[in-house]
């Protein structure tokens, strides 16, 4: 599309751009709307709303913390309680900030979006509010004690900021500074000391990106004995010089710029992107390697080898207790737990774990022994789990369960993609007969599907007689880093195709039929339905594409799009645009090809994905004179809503518009 006749759809507040999605929203809630989708996203919205979750918390000095939303808490509460009282059934929560009441006294749409508080101290906290959802924030002083945010204390106004505490009195702060400190990809690129009473146009420099980095970074550990300040920029999405900050002098922390460091105390964990060889030793990618810190800053570290992946297994976590370092690894997709002991890096099972479900770690206490950790499957309610890394475990709470889940199994095949490699996928359902199924995908980012109980999708989805299939494809992080690396840029086409042969498996295997297979993702997992849709229509009866990419050629110019160049490639670069324009799916709509019948969905206020991108797409495909349907939320930013009850509402949209076009 040379001359693209939809751009005026990226103008995200314009009249004649509003009114095309007041009236597609209408036309979208005429159409799904009745007495049966009231019903769903009511049954939906009791899932997200109900009493019986478990409330999940994390520590912070002798209080146990939770953000918690309900009915009469639609935008929520964050509030504590002690473990004492949390092991009751009725625990006694202090509420902290009401979110609801702060939205009303200042008629602002407020979202929560997270406190940085101070530590060890505990008494101070910087809080995050977002309007209506989106990635940029409005950030305040919060005395924790007072339970007041502070008068004259730090605040910046509305930016995609981080803050991070020095002490009491100074913070370091990466926002939008004016002309110049914001990257291309619409991020910080200066970060700044800012102390108390200081206006912030005084702050002092720390640290610079370039203008084409990603962003600028940094971060402060004040664990007593083992404080360090530190600072760095991405240069691109995957890759970041990093430096640790003393005396005004910046040393640089040399691994490998794709890596991932943390430190805990004396040590530093190094996880592998990418092989590294060191003097004789290749170390292979996916690997987590340790070191003294201070050893290794001055050149004379010696690396440990704590954990090597091999073709069916890999690393998902590492977290820290004080003592102990708590791994968390995958063998094709199933979890496992083992606790290491630093220094010797001996490993040894994780006691008290329930085989057969995927555990998780909820938390853990790097001043302390205690963890969490949350087990559940996907017709399994979650438990949470408390104890001490490497001693024995007690479960605190249970959630209930939102689905009748007799006759429903849970199965794991393997499907052959192009290449002939062995593609994951969980199928859960009355696999009698072939019926209604909802497969769903991301394959980016090295984000991982994993198995996990789903009320909503019990409810809305199992229950009425439907299977629900995760499909594990490359581009994510199930295999490790590696499962990622070989489907980007130019190798992306691996991606639709893994995702396509599962597809294909399921209707080989008489799970279902072509007509009665819908499909569904968002963000990323948008642009694979996209594809999908324009590559591989006739593998699909209906499809649900959410907050997508779906014009490759401009999405770098879109938003934060240009971070994500490393991931998909540079459409102004003609060798680029060569692999990626034939898989964009708005540069490819076809007026011949029958395409299975399509939801967009979107939101107004998502700052990191261009609603753009949806409203062009439907514009398109209306034009071409395919089956589209069109829903863009107000509110919610990138994740679609900005309270429980939008979030059932646009649930209830997928789960009712796939069953009605599947047969169901």
């Not at 504590?80 to 009401?98: A, G, M, Q």
């Not at 602002?108 to 101290?121: D, R, S």
């Not at 530093?268 to 070191?291: C, E, F, H, K, N």
């Amino acid at each position: 599309m040379a001359d693209d006749p939809y751009l005026w759809l990226e103008d995200i507040t314009g009249d004649d751009a509003l009114d095309w999605v007041r009236k597609h929203n209408d036309a979208t809630v005429a159409a799904l709307g009745g007495d049966r989708f009231d019903e769903l996203r009511d049954q939906v919205l009791e899932v997200l709303d109900t009493d019986a979750r478990i409330p999940y918390v994390g520590r912070r000095g002798e209080y146990l913390y939770n953000f918690w939303r309900d009915e009469a808490n639609p935008r929520g509460i964050w509030r504590r309680t002690t473990l004492e009282s949390y092991r009751t059934d009725e625990p006694d929560w202090e509420v902290i900030i009401d979110l609801d009441e702060l939205a009303r006294a200042e008629d602002e749409n407020w979202v929560w979006a997270g406190p940085e508080v101070i530590e060890p101290e505990h008494t101070l906290a910087l809080i995050s509010l977002s309007r209506g959802g989106a990635d940029a924030t409005v950030v305040r002083e919060f005395d924790m004690r007072t339970k007041e945010f502070v008068a004259g204390g730090f605040e910046l106004p509305e930016a995609k900021s981080s803050v991070t505490w020095e002490d009491e009195n100074t913070v370091l702060v990466c926002t939008d500074f004016g002309d110049g400190s914001m990257t291309e990809s619409g991020y910080p690129r200066i970060a700044k000391r800012w102390r108390r009473g200081e206006p912030l146009e005084n702050a002092e420099t720390v640290f610079e990106a370039e203008p084409t980095d990603i962003r600028v970074i940094a971060s402060v550990d004040r664990t007593p004995g083992f404080e360090h300040t530190r600072v760095g920029r991405y240069t691109d999405f995957y890759n970041k010089l990093r430096y640790e900050v003393r005396d005004g002098e910046l040393t640089l922390i040399d691994v490998p710029t794709d890596a991932t460091t943390s430190t805990h105390r004396e040590w530093m964990l190094i996880s592998l992107r990418d092989d590294w060889q060191v003097g004789d030793v290749t170390y292979p990618a996916g690997s987590l390697l340790a070191t003294q810190f201070e050893d290794f800053l001055s050149g004379t570290g010696e690396l440990a080898t704590i954990y090597e992946p091999d073709e069916h297994s890999c690393l998902s976590e590492a977290s820290w207790t004080k003592d102990k370092l708590v791994l968390v690894t995958r063998r094709d997709v199933a979890s496992h737990i083992e606790i290491v002991t630093p220094g010797t890096w001996d490993r040894v099972d994780a006691p008290g774990i329930p085989v057969g479900d995927e555990t998780v770690v909820v938390d853990t206490d790097p001043l302390g022994d205690e963890i969490f950790y949350d087990s559940s499957g996907f017709t399994t309610p979650s438990r949470l789990l408390h104890g001490t890394a490497g001693g024995s475990l007690q479960k605190l709470k249970s959630a209930p369960a939102f689905f009748d889940a007799d006759g429903i199994d849970t199965a794991q095949y393997f499907a052959t993609s192009a290449d002939g490699t062995a593609i994951p996928y969980y199928v859960v359902g009355q696999r009698s007969t072939p019926s209604p199924t909802y497969l769903y995908g991301y394959g980016g980012f090295q984000n991982s599907l994993t198995p996990g109980y789903s009320g909503g999708v019990g409810r809305a989805w199992l229950a009425r007689g439907g299977t629900f299939v995760s499909a594990n494809i490359r581009g994510g992080g199930e295999y490790g880093p590696r499962w990622h690396t070989q489907a980007m840029r130019e190798n992306r086409h691996l991606v639709y195709e893994d995702f396509a042969a599962v597809a294909a498996d399921l209707v080989r295997r008489g799970i279902t039929t072509v007509e009665q297979l819908g499909a569904a993702g968002g963000s990323n997992g948008g642009l694979l339905m996209g594809v999908m849709l324009t590559q591989y229509p006739e593998l699909f009866g209906a499809l649900v594409c959410s907050v997508p990419l779906l014009d490759m050629k401009r999405y770098h110019l879109l938003l934060a799009g240009a971070s994500w160049v490393a991931e998909y490639g540079d459409p102004d670069d003609p060798a680029d645009w060569e692999f990626i324009s034939k898989y964009s799916p708005y540069q490819n709509i076809s007026d011949d090809r029958r395409y299975p019948p399509i939801l967009i969905t979107t939101s107004t206020r998502d700052d990191r994905v261009h609603p753009g991108h949806a409203r062009k797409m439907t514009a398109a495909l209306e034009a071409a004179g395919h089956d589209v349907t069109y829903y863009e939320n107000i509110e919610g930013g990138h994740g679609g809503a900005a309270d429980n009850k939008q979030a059932a509402f646009k649930a209830a949209l997928t789960y009712e518009f796939l069953w009605r076009k599947l047969g169901g």
